[in-house]
């Protein structure tokens, strides 16, 4: 790498050329030309210049590199904005070059100051970094030099360590990956209606479905994941060839299809199952071999020798975007928290099996690797018999098609310095990487018999664009799945069989399957898959088959230890076609549903806690497994934490359970965590609840930490308030842009009688595909002034305060402002009761609603915002007393005295029986006393705010309002003051903030008035009395 110094000096040359009046384009080009020289870019013979960029062409390349084009002029435009026959001409140069199979892959337009990326097909130009770059100054010289760098695959430093920052500068988002996702995009549009693709990219989805719940049912661009999934994938499997020393560049320009298919690998390493043909081989089949050869030159960029075993994540999160995986609910174990359970778990690696039923990129899989192979190196065991016990001592499934690349190529790069050893020693390697596609639940959405009790069978999705329903299925015969090594090597020899056009038959004889049962079974079978290769769809199934029915052998052989991260999405995510099988297994097989106003709750975390200990975990065995923190005392956990679990019996106090929640920042998960080991047991009388006591650990992420024991507070118990009782939850308006409304001024001369000119009130808040709606059928629209409410969520409660409502639509009847329900009714509510106007909105809305919503939500649009009767109940109650409060975050409450106002689901309300009564509850909820009362019983979301507030706040001993009570009197006088100093205040701050053009957001308002109720008469009054009461109550 050049030094500072010497790119510095020849970017001064750059810019006195730019600075120079009356320069012409060759002097900048020469300035340029020797940068790239002097730095060590490019070599002087590999410099082109005034070289057409076509046989054919009559124009000349001012300047050209093996794959970069540089076009100059005196100035490009307006300073960076470049003027529009410039870079139609060099678009015009690009296009030529790559219709001619010449390499040029990039073009660059300069003025020597101001540098523009161009690429075939990327449409408006793009000023901001990296697609640009700025000179502004000598001093900028390496800048510049990294610049070009990155952009080309000549222009390169090569033997590059392959660390977090530069994989994912090279590698990730930016020029040259948008460039080969856009190609990649190309060929899979050309080819997506392939048979085999086709195939491929069903079985990805359902499988992938498995995995994530109905979020990718939800999905909008499957393809355009699907396209990015198999990039991933083909970079995690060239990386790991290259990191075993295979020239993958030299490989690609020969024979790339053997890259993607895996058996070079096999061939030189004796290393199967990391790379192998599955859903995204696909490039290799359709003649995407450019594309490939490009991937493999850019990857050789790096020295793969020095890769650390964790490149698999590394790759992953510079490929697949945070938006994404969180949308996904895609995370993975920190490397730190996973070593951790495993040095907690496996005491004897070298005799106890491990396996990680949701291995997603490989975390366990790596601890357990490096601790198995450490202990075989401290007992004196040879390299090659280090490798031939880790084959059987750490095994990982997952359902995921992409995390099983990752964790086969962490397991191989783990156990790389053992499988080079032992070819060093001169011993002959042979190993399959113990890490398979399969579904650790044995539950499959397609059909309730995939796992029966003789049979395994595996559904065959129907051709694409077939109007034929042809109910295929693979069946083959459960014993010999069981036989997990000899099944694997039938479907092996039956591929290639029917492959070859040999008889699949022959395969039967070779493995000496005889005459029977069995042998019918699999003869139907090998005349399926000859029928599907005869269609074009057979690639996939060897592979396929071997991984998915790999649970059911492990099953036959239980392991000593489970470790992981089960998937944390609730019943209600899953995919409807496998939430009632799920659910059944929860209440019918298992016994831990809790289900009633748990059931929106219900995480499928602790169904898999149990099924894998069911399943897989022999007797004595022991399970650590990180599950949502409200494992540890929350209702919906509750049947659970029992550990009679009906068909298996487990000892949940085999360790200390890990609380987590005070690991900040907590940039791992999506909510706090927490960690529960358990050893099944045979005899019921040995079944232990989980311990009352966790051990807290508080620290930053990864450490060091401090660890101390803290109580645990089950939060399932009866509530000790009445008010629990009288509590109820707003109503369901969602969609909000649907309903949410503006009000506008009215652009025309006359706005008719009794109506308001409405919009929709967007907000950042918005999910898909809502937020990407715009809506226009709603905007500037009159409406019936009887339809428009004001409306209160948690963006309009303030400590004692109520902030200005928001305004909402409703069909509630323009005569009784209640909701007139009418079967069938005009979209279920009666037409009578609506306005005209309100009469076609409300049909507008419902077709919006119906086209958008996603697959798994059954409820029509009235159905939802009367969900549980949560509009109808404000409506039947009306009070001109209400008391709100949040859901979540800190206990924050006011009092709503208009009757008419609709109360949003992100809100509980009560009805007071009297101001007082109103003015008692808003002083207890808002005190700090109350708040660190209730924080033990809560756990937080992923925005760090308390959850379920609602639920455990009237757990506490809270008294109903006695007028006679002089305590309480007190408490509701005390509010009363505190509301009033409250409005005081923030009338006086919101006016200051107004006139200074700073916000007045609901943050602001709570954090201003807390400070000043932590530092006024009435605040402290507030907090001396209901100290008293709860000290009354509790002590």
């Known amino acids: 790498m050049p030094t500072p110094e010497l790119c510095n000096q020849f970017a001064q040359y750059i810019l006195n050329r730019h600075n120079q009046a009356g320069v012409a384009e060759a002097d900048i080009r020469a300035a340029v030309r020797d940068f790239l020289i002097e730095t060590g870019l490019a070599e002087r013979e590999a410099i082109d210049m005034e070289q057409s960029p076509a046989s054919g062409w009559s124009g000349r390349v001012d300047l050209r590199t093996r794959d970069i084009i540089i076009e100059f002029k005196v100035r490009i435009g307006d300073q960076i904005n470049p003027a529009e026959q410039n870079v139609t001409q060099l678009d015009d140069y690009l296009k030529a070059a790559v219709d001619g199979g010449r390499p040029q892959r990039f073009g660059i337009l300069t003025d020597g100051k101001y540098w523009i990326l161009r690429w075939p097909g ?333 049979t395994v069978t595996i559904p065959v999705p129907d051709p694409p664009n077939s109007e034929l329903e042809f109910n295929r299925e693979l069946e083959f015969p459960r014993a010999l799945v069981e036989q997990a090594d000899w099944f694997d090597n039938l479907m092996t020899r039956m591929a290639n069989a029917i492959e070859n056009g040999e008889d699949p038959a022959w395969a039967l004889d070779d493995e000496q399957v005889g005459e029977g049962a069995d042998r019918e079974m699999l003869e139907k079978t090998a005349a399926l898959l000859q029928q599907l290769h005869e269609e074009g769809r057979d690639h996939i199934w060897a592979y396929y088959t071997r991984n998915v029915v790999r649970p059911i052998a492990l099953r036959a052989d239980p392991v000593d230890v489970i470790v992981g991260n089960p998937p944390w999405i609730t019943y209600h995510q899953t995919r409807a076609q496998v939430r009632l099988s799920l659910e059944d297994m929860s209440k019918s097989t298992y016994d831990i549903w809790t289900g009633g106003l748990y059931a929106k709750h219900q995480d499928i975390s602790s169904l898999f806690f149990t099924r894998c200990s069911h399943l897989y975990l022999r007797f004595d065995g022991i399970i650590g497994m990180v599950l949502p923190h409200s494992a540890l005392q929350t209702g919906q956990f509750a049947k659970w934490r029992v550990g009679k679990w009906r068909q298996v019996q487990c000892r949940l106090d085999v360790l200390t359970p890990w609380d987590l929640e005070r690991v900040e920042p907590n940039t791992f998960f999506p909510i706090p965590s927490c960690v529960v080991f358990a050893e099944r047991v045979e005899n019921e009388s040995r079944t232990r609840g989980l311990p009352r006591q966790a051990l807290r650990w508080r620290g930053p992420e990864g450490g060091p930490f401090i660890r101390q024991s803290v109580a645990l507070h089950d939060t399932l118990g009866v509530h000790a308030s009445p008010y629990a009782d009288r509590a109820r939850a707003g109503a369901s308006l969602f969609p909000r842009s649907l309903f949410f409304a503006t009000i506008n001024k009215q652009k025309g001369l006359v706005q008719a009688a009794n109506t308001q000119t409405v919009s929709p009130r967007r907000s950042k808040q918005e999910k898909t595909p809502w937020k990407e709606l715009e809506l226009p059928e709603l905007s500037n629209q009159p409406i019936e002034a009887e339809h428009v409410f004001d409306a209160h969520l948690g963006e309009t409660v303030a400590p004692f305060l109520l902030l200005d409502p928001l305004k909402v639509v409703l069909p509630l009847s323009k005569d009784t402002a209640e909701l007139e329900k009418q079967d069938p009714g005009w979209y279920g509510v009666n037409p009578q009761a609506l306005g005209t106007r309100m009469r076609r909105r409300w049909r507008v809305i419902n077709d919006i609603h119906g086209k958008h919503k996603g697959p798994n939500t059954d409820r029509t649009l009235l159905e939802q915002i009367d969900y549980f009767g949560q509009l109808t109940a404000q409506r039947l109650q009306k009070s001109n007393i209400r008391v709100v409060y949040p859901q979540a975050g800190r206990p924050t409450a006011a009092v709503v005295t208009d009757e008419e106002a609709i109360i949003d689901y992100r809100l509980f309300w009560i009805t007071a029986k009297s101001m007082a009564e109103a003015e008692y509850l808003i002083a207890i909820i808002n005190s700090t006393a ?106």
């Not at 995995?211 to 049912?217: F, H, N, R, S």
């Not at 505190?978 to 205040?985: D, E, I, N, P």
């Open 930 to 1035: 109350i708040w660190e009362a209730v924080i033990p019983l809560t756990t937080k979301n992923w925005a760090g705010n308390s959850r379920d507030v609602e639920k455990h706040l009237w757990r506490l001993p809270i008294p109903e309002y006695d007028d006679s009570n002089s305590l309480h009197v007190e408490i509701a006088q005390a509010g009363e003051d505190a509301a009033a100093g409250a409005k005081v205040l923030w009338d006086e701050i919101r006016a200051e903030r107004e006139d200074k053009g700073q916000s007045t957001s609901v943050t602001v308002a709570r954090r201003e008035i807390r400070k000043w109720l932590s530092e006024s008469s009435e605040g402290q009054r507030v907090e001396e009395l209901v100290g008293r009461l709860l000290g009354g109550q509790m002590g």
């Open 122 to 454: 990327m449409g408006p130009v793009r000023t901001q970094p990296p697609n640009a770059f700025t000179l502004s100054s000598a001093e900028h010289g390496l800048l510049l030099y990294e610049w070009l760098r990155d952009q080309s695959q000549a222009l390169e430093e090569r033997g590059v360590a392959p660390t977090d920052e530069d994989v994912k500068a090279r590698l990730g988002d930016g020029p040259r990956f948008e460039s080969h996702i856009r190609a990649l995009t190309e060929l899979y549009e050309a080819k997506r209606n392939d048979p085999t693709i086709a195939l491929k990219r069903d079985l990805w989805r359902s499988l992938l479905a498995a995995a994530l719940g109905q979020v990718v049912e939800e999905e909008p661009d499957l393809d355009r994941l699907f396209v990015r999934h198999t990039y991933l994938s083909v970079v995690v499997g060239l990386a790991v060839q290259a990191a075993f020393g295979i020239e993958i560049e030299a490989t690609a320009n020969n024979d790339p299809v053997a890259l993607l298919g895996g058996q070079l690998f096999v061939d030189q390493t004796g290393v199967s199952g990391v790379v192998e043909s599955d859903f995204f081989t696909w490039p290799a089949e359709v003649g995407g071999d450019e594309w490939i050869r490009d991937l493999a030159r850019r990857i050789g960029w790096f020295n793969w020798n020095e890769a650390e075993s964790d490149i698999a994540r590394i790759l992953y999160e510079s490929v697949i975007p945070a938006d994404d995986r969180r949308r996904l609910g895609e995370y993975y174990t920190p490397d730190w928290l996973a070593r951790e359970i495993v040095d907690a778990v496996v005491t004897d690696p070298l005799n106890q099996r491990v396996l990680d039923p949701a291995c997603g990129s490989g975390s366990f899989i790596f601890a357990a690797v490096r601790k198995y192979l450490a202990a075989a190196q401290a007992d004196g065991r040879s390299s090659a018999q280090a490798v031939g016990g880790l084959l059987d001592h750490v095994i990982g499934i997952d359902v995921h098609p992409v995390a099983v690349h990752l964790a086969r190529a962490t397991w191989t790069l783990a156990a790389r310095d053992a499988l080079e050893g032992a070819v060093a020693d001169g011993e002959a390697v042979s190993a399959t990487v113990p890490v398979y596609l399969g579904d650790s639940l044995q539950l499959r959405a397609e059909t309730s018999g995939l796992f029966a009790q003789q």
